[in-house]
């Protein structure tokens, strides 16, 4: 069958599983057609990636009677999630890969593509991520054929006579504007940038600190990318000459502006795969000198970090980080590093990011033993080999100077129970 995805007749079965791609490859048309008649979604079991900030999905709008899964949480999802109809789904990339091969079996699987080339083959272009795994273990395939999706070389690609299901589509992908330059995220970079040497192999986030690290290790060269999804960044690292022409650089998703989608079109270098290959925290293992950088909302003066609350409220998930950190801390030469401001604006004003413990209202995404150095604007906490006490002085150190002594009153506190 093949139509426009503005014009989808019944595609779905009540009762049925369904998986949904999330970042640029989100099929925008089959979520909107889906929030816009809530019958179209009666008993559907969704189960996506959407990502918070790059994807925006109405869980509310469906049928009372479909069920949304994801690994990434967002605020909009908390009350849905009251009602049952959102299931937040705590698992890193790599539990999700494993979900997937033991688990989960789609009915339905939908993957967003490129045009096919002269052999009749697509690209599944932008992001691949748990995309093919999916698509081989569902019972019928779905391939969203949009005229906007770029054919990467080294992106996975399959036949189109391959799939069940033929739509086509003109709507823009999804994307991610990043962040402005400046103020304390330069800081930071530029100490993190401090632990980076000649032939590193990188992993960096999305956001305003990972987009200045990118840009304060410009002068490195034989750097090697293996991330999970990688944004505009990656441009000047190739512009710059700083990237390893030799490494097969690999990423699970790229997203960000038009621009990077162009340019990601016209490269050669970073291949974009799945899940599977790019968060095996075995693979990251054996890549010698491998660094993660990753960012909290908080850390504790034990070295634990909170990916995912903010006042109590759940508003964000840690994705593959905990897999990044993990691969890192056993690789030979390795690092672990979580990068974060020192301070945030609370509704009571400034506060601190650093904090005693982490207490009921926070989670621990990635725990202290994965944690090698944090890093603020006030510089670096080198964890490694120190002790309990030392690991709390090194993070004091680096906390805002109006909370230090504060942070020392309630570590003293928590010594005489420990």
């Keep these: 069958m093949a139509c426009a995805a503005s014009g989808i007749p019944g595609l779905f079965e009540t009762g049925e599983r369904v998986?949904?791609?999330?970042?640029?490859?989100?099929?925008?048309?089959?979520?909107?057609?889906?929030?816009?008649?809530?019958?179209?979604?009666?008993?559907?079991?969704?189960?996506?990636?959407?990502?918070?900030?790059?994807?925006?999905f109405d869980v509310a709008r469906l049928h009372p009677t479909a069920r949304t899964a994801g690994n990434f949480m967002q605020?909009?999802?908390?009350?849905?999630?009251?009602?049952?109809?959102?299931?937040?789904?705590?698992i890193t990339y790599a539990g999700f890969v494993r979900y997937v091969r033991e688990i989960y079996?789609?009915?339905?699987?939908?993957?967003?593509?490129?045009?096919?080339?002269?052999?009749?083959?697509?690209?599944?272009?932008?992001?691949?991520?748990?995309?093919?795994?999916?698509?081989?273990?569902a019972r019928r395939t779905?391939?969203?054929?949009?005229?906007?999706?770029?054919?990467?070389?080294?992106?996975e690609r399959l036949p189109l006579s391959s799939f069940d299901v033929v739509l086509h589509s003109d709507t823009e992908l999804p994307t991610y504007g990043g962040?402005?330059?400046?103020g304390d995220a330069e800081t930071i970079a530029s100490h993190v940038a401090s632990l980076v040497d000649d032939g590193a192999a990188l992993q960096v986030g999305l956001g305003k600190v990972p987009d200045a690290i990118l840009r304060a290790v410009l002068d490195r060269r034989r750097l090697r990318i293996h991330s999970g999804i990688v944004s505009d960044g990656v441009i000047g690292l190739a512009q710059a000459?700083?990237?390893?022409?030799?490494f097969p650089h690999a990423v699970c998703g790229i997203v960000g502006t038009r621009r990077l989608y162009d340019w990601a079109e016209s490269q050669d270098l970073i291949r974009v795969q799945g899940c599977d290959q790019t968060h095996d925290p075995a693979r990251i293992a054996g890549i010698d000198g491998f660094i993660a950088i990753n960012s909290a909302l908080t850390v504790?003066?034990?070295?634990?970090?909170?990916?995912?609350?903010?006042?109590?409220?759940?508003?964000?998930?840690?994705?593959?980080a905990p897999d990044f950190a993990r691969g890192a801390r056993n690789s030979r030469g390795g690092l672990s590093i979580v990068a974060l401001p020192a301070t945030y604006l609370s509704p009571a004003g400034v506060a601190s990011r650093v904090v005693p413990r982490l207490g009921p209202e926070n989670m621990v995404s990635i725990a202290r033993y994965d944690v090698d150095v944090v890093a603020t604007e006030y510089g670096l906490a080198d964890?490694?080999?120190?002790?309990?006490?030392?690991?709390?002085?090194?993070?004091?150190?680096?906390?805002?100077?109006?909370?230090?002594?504060?942070?020392?009153d309630r570590w003293a506190e928590i010594l005489e129970r420990i």
């Design 75 to 90: 605020s909009d999802f908390r009350e849905p999630q009251r009602q049952g109809r959102f299931r937040y789904l705590p």
């Design 241 to 246: 000459g700083a990237l390893d022409s030799g």
């Design 19 to 56: 998986f949904v791609p999330g970042s640029a490859s989100a099929p925008v048309d089959i979520l909107k057609w889906l929030e816009e008649v809530p019958e179209r979604s009666a008993g559907l079991e969704l189960t996506t990636t959407l990502i918070a900030g790059i994807n925006r």
């Design 383 to 408: 964890l490694r080999g120190r002790s309990v006490y030392e690991r709390a002085e090194a993070l004091i150190d680096v906390a805002a100077p109006e909370f230090r002594a504060e942070l020392r």
């Design 179 to 182: 962040a402005s330059q400046g």
């Design 300 to 320: 504790d003066l034990f070295g634990q970090c909170d990916l995912e609350t903010a006042a109590g409220r759940t508003v964000s998930s840690f994705g593959g």
């Design 142 to 155: 779905i391939a969203v054929v949009n005229s906007r999706m770029p054919f990467l070389a080294r992106s």
């Design 105 to 137: 079996q789609p009915d339905a699987a939908i993957a967003v593509v490129s045009p096919p080339n002269a052999a009749g083959e697509v690209s599944l272009g932008l992001s691949v991520e748990m995309t093919a795994l999916c698509l081989a273990r």
